[in-house]
């Protein structure tokens, strides 16, 4: 059973038009990822939460935004992209304990046209 | 702020081991050092991870050094479809708990 689920799998929008990203758990974790990783590169972390505290990493563009109205759900608002930001988006779970694995969402594929 | 270092690429032949080393020089006491893989278009899936005692699972087994710098990921006996980038991770204290940051990982190429 899937335990980090991202919805949709493939996502086209617009140059400028906001677009939303979700993510939902439930695994009950207090960590909830959000990462862009362009072809070929690592996932690069965007930012973060610990329960409701909000962590933004210092090069996230504030073109990219995040909500998490609750434990079980995450979502990836980005307010106006550009065709730069075309790349997966990976939404990730973990424990508070250091010898917790983090589990991953099988991703989000964003094109900007 | 990734605390690891690995070669970005590496070939092994089908049905022998391969061995995957990482740097993580800088890494503190209490730190666990973690691996995963991503196959092509997926998210990246846990494979193992440990503290200072050699671990091993049903996927691979992970050597760490006595001064805890480095380790080896070894997968037994590699099959076509362990063709992936494995990423070794050092998550990094942020507060209360430990963020999870990649390096840039080694693209492991299993050969016919």
């Known amino acids: 059973d899937a335990m980090v689920i991202q919805n949709p799998r493939y996502q086209v929008t617009q140059f400028g038009k906001p677009v939303t990203l979700s993510c939902s758990q439930t695994?009950?974790?207090?960590?909830m990822y959000w990462y862009q990783q362009k072809s070929s590169q690592a996932p690069k972390l965007l930012f973060h939460?610990?329960?409701?505290?909000?962590?933004n990493e210092a090069d996230t563009p504030d073109n990219f935004q995040s909500r998490r109205p609750n434990t079980s759900f995450c979502f990836l608002d980005i307010r106006s992209p550009g065709l730069g930001d075309t790349a997966m988006y990976l939404c990730?779970?973990?424990?508070?304990?250091?010898?917790?694995?983090?589990?991953f969402g099988q991703g989000t594929r964003l094109t900007v046209v | 702020d990734a605390k690891t270092t690995q070669p970005p690429s590496m070939d092994c032949a089908e049905g022998r081991a391969a061995n995957l080393p990482c740097n993580h020089s800088?890494?503190?006491?209490?730190?666990?050092v973690y691996w995963y893989r991503q196959i092509h278009s997926q998210g990246p899936q846990y494979i193992i991870h440990?503290?200072?005692n050699n671990e091993t699972n049903e996927m691979a087994s992970l050597i760490i050094t006595e001064d805890r710098k480095s380790s080896t990921l070894i997968l037994p006996h590699a099959t076509l479809r362990d063709t992936a980038v494995y990423y070794c991770?050092?998550?990094?204290?942020?507060?209360?708990?430990?963020?999870?940051?990649f390096g840039t990982g080694t693209k492991l190429q299993v050969i016919p």
């Open positions: 990730a779970t973990s424990g508070q304990t250091m010898n917790t694995e983090a589990f």
């Open positions: 695994l009950n974790h207090n960590v």
């Open positions: 939460y610990y329960d409701k505290d909000f962590n």
């Open positions: 800088t890494i503190s006491g209490n730190e666990y």
């Open positions: 440990g503290l200072k």
């Open positions: 991770i050092v998550r990094v204290h942020a507060g209360g708990y430990q963020k999870v940051t």
